[in-house]
Nanobody, 124 residues
Framework: QVQLVESGGGLVQAGGSLRLSCAAS????????MGWFRQAPGKEREFVAA????????YYTDSVKGRFTISRDSARDTVYLQMNSLKPEDTAVYYC?????????????????WGQGTQVTVSS
């Protein structure tokens, strides 16, 4: 099994920044990619960004391109989501996800593991 633990959510004003972290532990050798999803109240969970396990491929949903950056620290087995120029519509619970493969396009990330979620609230 793989355990994913998120941190870094909070309340921020529009235009501000937050950095989310996701620490992976357990059988992490199974993972081929990791990503971030979010779910706003009354809406379905949606894909935000993904990175392959080697950190060589990245993918973002259109609404966050140029504002969010996903990265990975291999020494800490941690994935980050740097969020800049935040907007009220970015308000959601953000979930870290792990995909154990087979290797596929990052836009088709299929999580096998989920974190517990961290709340991000952007005030106008």
């Amino acid at each position: 099994q793989v355990q994913l633990v998120e941190s870094g959510g909070g309340l921020v004003q529009a235009g501000g920044s937050l950095r989310l972290s996701c620490a992976a532990s357990g059988r992490i050798f199974r993972l081929v990619a990791m990503g971030w999803f979010r779910q706003a109240p009354g809406k379905e969970r949606e894909f935000v960004a993904a990175i392959d396990w080697f950190g060589t491929r990245l993918y973002y949903t259109d609404s966050v391109k140029g504002r969010f950056t996903i990265s990975r620290d291999s020494a800490r087995d941690t994935v980050y989501l740097q969020m800049n120029s935040l907007k009220p519509e970015d308000t959601a619970v953000y979930y870290c996800a792990g995909d154990q493969g087979p290797r596929r396009g990052l836009e088709n990330l299929r999580p096998d593991y989920w974190g517990q979620g961290t709340q991000v609230t952007v005030s106008s």
